[in-house]
């Protein structure tokens, strides 16, 4: 258990639906990142909020948006969903910023059919 | 425009042998870089970093060299074991509030 968890690990839905990811960081941690990770692609930096303020943005698509909450879990909301949005969504927290590493949750894996 | 290039899919070794994963960067202004270990159905866990003004950091059997001047780094795992089967990525950053940018992986198989 690497303390971030991510829920749920696994959803399926239909195309034009929209699906809440969410995720809880490790104990201490301020910084929350989510990435994703489609077939044969890397991970790909979507978002980071460090204590509840969005702190950088990657290729995020306008459908998509996050949030953190006070209690700094924080939750990705994807809209409207197309296929090609099928993938691993992972979320990671660190304690500071970039260059100490990240913690990564286990993934939620969805599947838009 | 990737900036994190791991070029080899793929690397199947001999357990026992030495595993060597490459990973290229084209942003200059990088200067930090990590490697992460993923298995199936978990998240990255990570491995072994190294900072620019080093050449070498060495952590038990994994070692990662970096050449600034080629924009190039790579993993050296000695002996490989088959527990190291895994897919690895090459991750950067400039350091400060930059998110890490990842490689596409190179999927490692340690046979026995």
């Known amino acids: 258990d690497s303390g971030v968890t991510q829920t749920p690990k696994h959803l399926i839905t239909a195309t034009g639906q929209r699906v809440t990811l969410r995720c809880s960081p490790r104990?201490?941690?301020?910084?929350v990142y989510w990435y994703q990770q489609s077939l044969d692609q890397g991970l790909q930096f979507l978002i980071q909020?460090?204590?509840?303020?969005?702190?950088a943005k990657g290729n995020i698509l306008e459908r998509f948006s996050a949030q953190q909450f006070p209690d700094l879990h924080s939750e990705l909301n994807l809209s409207s969903l197309e296929l090609g949005d099928s993938a691993l969504y992972f979320c990671?927290?660190?304690?500071?910023?970039?260059?100490?590493?990240?913690?990564f949750g286990s993934g939620t894996r969805l599947t838009v059919v | 425009d990737q900036q994190v290039k791991q070029n080899s899919p793929s690397l199947s070794v001999q357990e026992g042998r030495i595993s060597i994963l490459n990973c290229d960067y084209t942003?200059?202004?990088?200067?930090?870089f990590l490697w992460y270990k993923k298995y199936p159905a978990e998240g990255p866990t990570f491995l072994i970093s190294?900072?620019?003004?080093?050449d070498k950091n060495e952590d038990g059997r994994f070692t990662v060299f970096l050449n600034k001047s080629a924009k190039h780094l790579s993993l050296h795992i000695v002996p490989s074991q088959p527990g190291d089967s895994a897919v690895y990525f090459c991750?950067?950053?400039?350091?400060?509030?930059?998110?890490?940018?990842f490689g596409k992986g190179t999927r490692l198989s340690v046979i026995a």
């Open positions: 990671a927290s660190s304690t500071i910023s970039p260059p100490y590493g990240y913690t």
């Open positions: 104990s201490g941690d301020l910084s």
């Open positions: 909020y460090y204590n509840g303020e969005e702190r």
């Open positions: 942003n200059s202004m990088f200067d930090y």
């Open positions: 190294i900072s620019s003004i080093k």
């Open positions: 991750a950067a950053s400039v350091s400060g509030n930059t998110p890490l940018v």
